[in-house]
């Protein structure tokens, strides 16, 4: 059976901050929210994206984010089925991430005050004021992530402990997410705030990285291990020269690219739609039927043909200059994928070419491995991603706000 990181869990608990003791702003006359109705039963990109916001707005409003784990069910087992497999229901937050969302210190000076978890927050908000979310949502047409931001932080204001109750819809929903006029507006705050600057991923994910170093892209036998880097927060991840990353999703995203995208004329998420990006969604008008499902296909699901041809345009452009190493983040079956890797190198000298088949992970890591990749698109010289993808987004998400040059992140 998977694990159940009870020490991730047990180490959450004991974080300093659960003090009741602590001086304000923490302890018992702290001021707290608890966003209780967050996304579950969704991949990691769409709990990240809205785990980010959320965390952004506890700060915003200079209260102690409430975090839970990543969770799959809310019921009672501690175990899910998933494609007839067993997975964990629920996975600590520390076993996935690092910095102030999960507990981390915020910058000195700050006076914000460090999250907590669900259990510490109902020891001290016994007084707690429970609001729906649909309470703000609902009087707003279409809203931006900073009217959203500014309507809940107008409305919060009198209480020292906000609980968001359980009931749907979440804060900054799906449709906030897939498009960039609603999401961006926010983005010069969000990139510089200490929820975004001061992130990291878990010990556990960078000691996989460090393990599968060679795998991942071959190193000189003198660089140091991520894990030992002093480097803190989002610097730690600066671009491997000559690694080219490649996200492509199969699997059921076939019948959500053909079946879901394409009949609903979906463009690409927020998060893929920076205007900086070289790689922008647009759908033709007056196309056929036929021409569009191509068109998605094509930068949706693209098949091995598509996708290389695709690496080698990438490789003329300047950005593309000097690539000598490929990693396939995927989820697609090893028969498919070394026939992927086959064609790769068909068509170009490839120093190296390696895949997220090809790693060899703990049963921890096993389980958090999505995060794992998206810290290798995350240090990639050159990303190529799946502008449809959420984990793609967040992968870009990361690279615009550690200044990396836009026009090596792409797309399908």
């Known amino acids: 059976m ?56 506890a700060y915003r409003t200079n209260r102690a984010f409430v975090f839970d784990n990543y969770t799959w069910s809310r019921g009672e087992s501690d175990y899910s089925l998933y494609n007839l497999k067993p997975i964990p229901s629920r996975i600590p937050l520390t076993a996935l991430i690092q910095g102030p969302i999960a507990g981390g210190h915020f910058p000195a000076g700050s006076g914000i005050p460090r999250a907590v978890t669900p259990e510490y927050f109902y020891e001290v908000c016994q007084d707690r004021a429970i609001m729906s979310s649909y309470e703000v949502n609902d009087a707003l047409v279409d809203p931006t992530a900073e009217t959203l931001v500014q309507s809940w932080k107008d409305k919060m204001s009198p ?79 600066s671009p491997i020269p000559g690694l080219l990353v490649l996200h492509i999703r199969r699997g059921d995203f076939q019948g959500h690219c053909h079946d879901v995208l394409a009949r609903r004329s979906i463009g690409f998420t927020g998060f893929n739609s920076f205007p900086e990006l070289s790689d922008q969604w647009h759908l033709p008008e007056g196309v056929s039927e036929r021409e569009k499902k191509a068109l998605y296909a094509r930068r949706c699901f693209p098949e091995i ?64 491995s999505q995060a794992l990749d998206m810290l290798v698109a995350q240090r990639a010289h050159v990303f190529i991603g799946n502008g449809f993808s959420t984990l793609s987004g967040m992968a870009v998400m990361l690279r615009m706000a550690n200044r990396i040059a836009p026009d090596t992140s792409r797309h399908w």
């Open 159 to 237: 209480h020292r402990c906000v609980e968001i109750a359980r009931s749907p819809p979440e804060l900054f929903d799906e449709h906030v997410f897939a498009d960039a006029r609603r999401l961006l507006d926010v983005w010069p705050h969000f990139a510089q705030s200490p929820i975004v600057k001061e992130f990291s991923w878990s010990t556990l994910v960078e000691l996989a990285f460090d393990n599968n170093r060679e795998v991942i892209s071959p190193t000189s036998p003198f660089e140091p291990t991520l894990s030992s880097s002093s480097v803190s927060g989002l610097a730690r991840y």
């Open 2 to 57: 998977p694990p159940l990181y009870r020490r991730f869990h047990e180490a959450e608990l004991k974080l300093p901050q659960h003090d009741p003791l602590l001086p304000a702003p923490e302890g018992r006359n702290g001021r707290y929210l608890w966003i209780a109705n967050h996304a579950s039963k969704c991949g990691w990109g769409n709990a990240m994206q809205e785990l980010f916001l959320n965390a952004y707005l």
């Open 305 to 368: 043909d598509m996708i290389v041809e695709r690496v080698e345009e990438i490789r003329r452009t300047p950005a593309g200059s000097g690539l000598t190493n490929a990693y396939i983040m995927t989820n697609g079956s090893p028969s498919w994928v070394s026939k992927l890797k086959a064609a790769l190198r068909a068509r170009h000298g490839w120093a190296h070419v390696a895949s997220s088949r090809d790693l060899v992970l703990t049963p921890e890591q096993k389980y958090v």
